[in-house]
């Protein structure tokens, strides 16, 4: 992974450590709670993406646990496809939400930015 970098440190505002980029496995979501908000974490090909684990489907929170095929991650509760990296579905309609992810120093870090309702 990369050394640190004054510009990459400077960058990191409203990222929040998650965990260790070792501790992600391939291929295999893993769940995080960031500011409230359900975050799914995958690591593919030494690139790491996160997105909403709650599917737009049935509000179902089990995105980390899908499977990931062809850039996409498959909800395991009714075989909905998301892009990894947009969190849309291959139609290219609205599907999940995606957040920036970065690897810095072995550590992941997310933002989340949380949505704000005007009523």
């Known amino acids: 992974m990369k050394n640190s970098d004054p ?8 990222f929040t450590n998650v965990c260790p980029f070792e501790s992600l496995k391939e291929k295999t979501g893993k769940r995080f709670l960031v500011d409230d908000v359900e975050v799914a974490v995958f690591r593919t090909g030494g690139e790491v993406y996160a997105v909403s684990n709650i599917c737009p ?3 179902t929170a089990l995105i980390y646990d899908g499977f990931i095929e062809d850039g996409c991650v498959v909800c395991p509760a009714h075989g909905w496809m998301f892009n990894l990296q947009t969190g849309r579905l291959p139609s290219g309609s609205r599907g999940l939400d995606s957040y920036p992810a970065k690897v810095i120093d072995g550590n992941v870090f997310i933002k989340v930015l949380k949505k704000e309702f005007n009523w």
């Open 7 to 14: 510009s990459e440190i400077a960058e990191l505002e409203g």
């Open 57 to 59: 489907h049935q509000h």
